[in-house]
């Protein structure tokens, strides 16, 4: 398969919470479980057991490694149903350039 990313993924324990976003701005679907398997400043990959559309977008509030709390918006852009789940790969379409600075710093300190 061809490599798509735009920055190297990091295999990090993180918490998310994800919110529906509607287009006309209403949240829909309240504090989705997913389960992370990596991330980097540009987007995120995790598995969930629900069922998430393609090109919908979520609020993302992911608790880093140092316990504090990331606020980003995802557009879903891939989908791979497995037997468990889904695999679903995000894009951070809305994210401070010092919430995507914290992602780097970590993957500073992991190459060393």
């Known amino acids: 398969m061809e490599e798509k990313r735009k920055n190297k993924r990091l295999d990090l324990d993180v918490n998310v919470q994800l919110e529906r976003l ?3 701005g209403v949240t829909t679907l309240k504090f989705v479980h997913v389960d992370v398997t990596d991330i980097s400043k540009s987007g995120i990959g ?6 998430l559309e393609m090109n919908s977008y979520y609020d993302a509030k992911i608790q880093i490694w140092t316990k504090e709390v990331v606020d980003a918006v995802i ?24 919430d995507a600075l914290k992602i780097d710093i970590y993957q500073i300190f992991n190459e060393l």
Do not use: A, L
Request: aromatic residues 12%; charged residues 40%; hydrophobic residues 25%.
């Open 75 to 98: 557009q879903i852009v891939r989908s791979e149903e497995k037997p468990d789940g889904f695999h679903y790969g995000g894009v951070f379409i809305g994210m401070t350039d010092t």
């Open 22 to 24: 509607d287009e006309d």
């Open 46 to 51: 995790f598995d969930c057991k629900k069922k």
